[in-house]
């Protein structure tokens, strides 16, 4: 078994919430059912990925409130929110009452950019801003302004006998802009993410500068340490980074589950063998076999060493005794082989 030179200090897991769009509400309570699972068997976090018109949760701000009532000590995040499909104004007020009722256990994740196949909707979307939408990182900083209480106007007190009003977003979740995490997959949107005071959420997909060697493990790594440096510079070297792949323990699956997920691992693995598109668009290889197999690979890996905390994706496609067993094989035997124990537990030795 394989011996970290530090162990894992935080182990979650990131999940799409797929349904079947012929009855979504068994989709999101089985993912309300797999966050309830993920308390119970010790994870630090649970994140939710962000889907929208298509078989995924669209609204996972939505979700988090709901499972905010049903767990009480595991963290909840995205994974992350798109904001070119976003008010930054309300989304930072759902944000704060969903923080509230969850007693400061959300950690929103964010991107910017122009929403994915945005010619195709933004008629409905934007119908009277469309070309006038700025999806830079002024999106971000202005949305991480309004969750830190920063003044939206100058007008504020008693109108009338009733009316009250404030100058700033309502309700205000202290601390919540700290919790504020940013999804880059680029050395320039990693720096720019740790110079402004957000987490860094590395994930599975990653686009290497011009003159990087296409190595996946090492562009990411390079990634990782560009952003602590600009944190550091920026005065918060304790800003956290968290790395997402997708990985499958086989340790207690069934025959028929391990030819299913060696199957979907096998349709997946071409499309990792050389970057993608006009940006060079690189995929990470998803890591299946037993939690030592797995172990041995993460600690090889370049972007991993770099890391003490992880969200490790469900992969898109399973069915949900798929994830109980993935991710009852997470915690009770991959976790421990990483240094990881669930949190209020003692240590396990790898």
Known sequence: MPHPERPLRKLG????????????????????????????????????????????????????????????????????????????????????????????????????????????????????????????????????????????????GKQGVVEEFSNRVEPNSPGLRERLWYGAGSTKSAVWAGANGFNLLSSSVIFPDKDQEPDFALVQQSQIRAFREAAAAAGNAGARVSQGLVVIPTDSATPAQREKYQRYVDERTPRTAAPQGPRGMMFAQDLIGTSEEVAEQLYAHAGFQEVDEVAFALPFSFEHEDYVQILTDIAGKLGPALGWAPMGGEQLAS
């Open 13 to 156: 897991f990131l999940t799409i919430g797929l349904f079947d769009p012929a009855d979504p509400a068994a989709g999101h309570e089985s993912t309300l059912q797999i966050i309830e699972l993920g308390e119970r068997l010790g994870f630090d976090s649970a994140w939710l990925r962000h889907r929208h018109l298509q078989f995924g949760i669209s609204s996972p701000v939505a979700v988090m409130a709901a499972a905010s009532q049903r767990t009480s000590r595991i963290e909840l995040g995205t994974a992350v929110t798109p904001l070119g499909w976003e008010n930054p104004l309300r989304l930072a007020e759902d944000l704060a009452t969903v923080d509230l009722l969850a007693g400061g256990r959300i950690n929103p994740g964010v991107s910017v950019g122009e929403p994915m196949q945005y010619d195709t909707v933004k008629h409905e979307l934007y119908p009277d801003t469309a070309d006038v939408e700025d999806f830079s990182y002024a999106r971000v900083e202005r949305f991480a302004r309004l969750v830190a209480g920063e003044p939206v106007r100058e007008f504020s």
